[in-house]
């Protein structure tokens, strides 16, 4: 893989951000209906039906792909939603459609044959036999990896599977094994492999408590913030609780992924896309990210090292990290 | 003539020294229904230049958010029924059964309206504090943010013929508010200059031991792990 065939995947939740995104230097901007088709079902967020069309006229006539997340779990017996997601995505001309389901690749692959399909990370395939398996049983073309692998890792699997690797670098991080997380269904009911959505805002409440704010989630407490200190998403995984007369982040801190300096191993290693985590972000957030990674993936074409730039404070947490790419706790 | 808001319990957020602070102190005795053709107007233009968002809000046609700009002597309160929705001035809350509030300095307000910030990242830096109902809020923003609203083209796009001088108007305010910026921080800086050294020093330090202690605990892991 060169620098020359890497495509920077970019988030967009509302047409502005995918403006934003495509006017920042996206090759490709991922979406999702307004429904519980994809895994960012928030409140106030994603495209209606028109939206998308008008978002994808001004993509393409500015050379940027559009990908249609549509990567949540159909309900048993009632897939509807799901097909006419898959269709409507057909329809409008989208690039490509991302999904997780094996009914779901297998209704596409069977009703749109020329539509090509990208593995969701909600799928969770991270070993070279079931990356294998969604390419021959369904023409995947590229698998999205779970974020739990390292570098050397991802080199073997893109070297053993017939498919284009993509690859989370920036953005908030999941830890669980992706598509089978519950922690979210225990706290609320909902999760977003059926709902499309990790901790609901719905059962979200920050309580203001003196100069701490205390955040729950389905009425947990889930983390308490000190005065001044960054506060963060209530999800179950990045809660900071007591064990063993200890309080601290049990599963993860509330920190960013951030891997502008490792782009060039990420490429040495087969990575085709580079795709950017936040639908759920604003503008601001979106057009600032897109931007940096289209400067570090520019100059590394230009045989430059990446530029070191500032993206702190739009971080969660206010902290940054490489995540299982290096695991540096080993 | 007394602040009515000095009787609440203190804010979560702290009015920074700005010339939006000074402005609020002299708009503290103009009562708020003097106030309230003007947000009428700003919610008759976003009505019509971004029918979208009511569109996104109409899950949400019985909520009411408070939208305190701490800065100022007065707060608004936000009804998005997408057939009538309201936008109203009071002096405070206590007459308000809002289900939620968004606290914060004005001008972040401004920026968070027009996407020039990033609403996570505000409220993760405690910039911005959110009480309540978080969904409404999340509606909200995503609402106004999907909408790409530009104030100044928003305002120019309904005055017609008066859209240059108010452009002209707002630029010039602009680069006076600007101005006027950096000569408060200044102020502020020559007034809690030494203390603001000292705490920065102590950050600095913080940050060396988180680095240190982080390093200890992985050599610490090492050991277990090769024992």
């Known amino acids: 893989m060169t620098a020359e065939n890497v495509e920077l995947v970019c988030p967009a939740g509302t047409p502005a951000a995918l403006k934003a995104a495509v006017d920042a230097g996206a090759d490709c901007v991922y979406v999702g209906f307004r429904d519980e088709t994809n895994a960012r079902n928030f409140p106030g967020l994603n495209f209606s039906r028109p939206e998308l069309a008008d978002g994808i006229a001004y993509a393409h006539e500015r050379g940027t792909k559009v990908l249609v997340a549509i990567n949540t779990f159909p309900r048993a017996g009632k897939p509807e939603i799901w097909h006419q997601a898959v269709d409507d995505a057909a329809r409008l001309k989208a690039d490509a459609v991302i999904v997780a389901d094996v009914g779901l690749c297998a209704y596409a692959a069977k009703t749109h ?19 294998r398996f969604y390419h021959q049983a369904f023409n995947i073309q590229r698998a999205v ?28 991080l999941c830890v669980m094994a992706e598509g089978r997380c519950a922690l979210s269904s225990y706290a609320t009911g909902l999760s977003p492999n059926m709902n499309g959505v990790c901790s609901p805002a719905s059962h979200v409440r920050y309580v203001e408590r003196g100069e701490k704010v205390v955040s729950e989630l389905g009425g947990f407490t889930i983390n308490t913030f000190g005065a001044g200190e960054p506060a963060g998403y209530p999800t179950l ?13 049990l599963f993860e801190e509330p920190t960013s992924l951030n891997t502008l300096a490792m782009l060039p191993e990420l490429i040495k290693a087969g990575v085709t ?22 400067q570090a993936v520019d100059a590394i074409r230009r045989g430059e090292a990446p530029p070191d730039i500032d993206l702190d404070n739009i971080t969660e947490g206010g902290r940054q990290t490489a995540g299982a790419y290096e695991r540096s706790w080993r | 003539m007394q602040n009515p808001r000095a009787a609440q319990p203190s804010r979560p957020v702290d009015p920074p020294f700005s010339p939006v602070l000074l402005a609020g102190i002299a708009l503290a005795p103009v009562p708020p229904r003097l106030l309230q053709p003007l947000f009428d107007a700003i919610l008759s233009v976003v009505r019509r230049r971004h029918p979208g968002i009511l569109e996104r809000l109409a899950d949400y046609p019985d909520s009411v958010v408070g939208i305190d700009p701490v800065d100022l002597p007065f707060v608004l309160v936000l009804e998005p029924h997408p057939q009538m929705p309201t936008l109203t001035v009071h002096r405070d809350f206590s007459d308000v059964a809002a289900t939620a509030f968004i606290r914060g300095p004005l001008e972040m307000l401004f920026a968070l309206s027009e996407g020039r910030i990033d609403g996570d990242a505000a409220f993760f830096s405690r910039q911005l504090v959110i009480e309540g109902d978080t969904e409404v809020v999340l509606a909200l923003r995503n609402a106004i943010d999907g909408a790409g609203i530009n104030l100044e083209d928003d305002f120019a796009a309904t005055l017609g013929p008066l859209a240059r001088p108010l452009r002209h108007f707002a630029s010039v305010g602009g680069r006076l508010f600007n101005l006027l910026s950096r000569d408060m921080d200044m102020v502020r800086r020559s007034l809690i200059g030494t203390a603001l050294r000292g705490t920065d020093a102590q950050s600095s330090r913080i940050s060396e031991l988180e680095t240190e202690l982080a390093s200890i605990r992985r050599t610490l892991r090492n050991r277990e792990h090769r024992a």
């Open chain 1, 113 to 131: 044959p020329d539509l090509r399909l990208h593995l969701s990370v909600q799928a969770s395939a991270s070993s070279p036999e079931a990356i």
């Open chain 1, 145 to 172: 990896l779970p974020r739990v692998l390292t570098v050397p890792e991802i080199a073997a699997l893109a070297a053993d599977v017939p498919v284009e690797m993509e690859v989370f670098v920036f953005g908030g």
């Open chain 1, 237 to 249: 995984c990045k809660g900071r609780f007591e064990a063993n007369g200890k309080l601290s982040y």
């Open chain 1, 273 to 294: 896309g580079f795709k950017i985590e936040g639908r759920q972000r604003g503008r601001a957030y979106v057009g600032a990210v897109v931007k940096a990674f289209r």
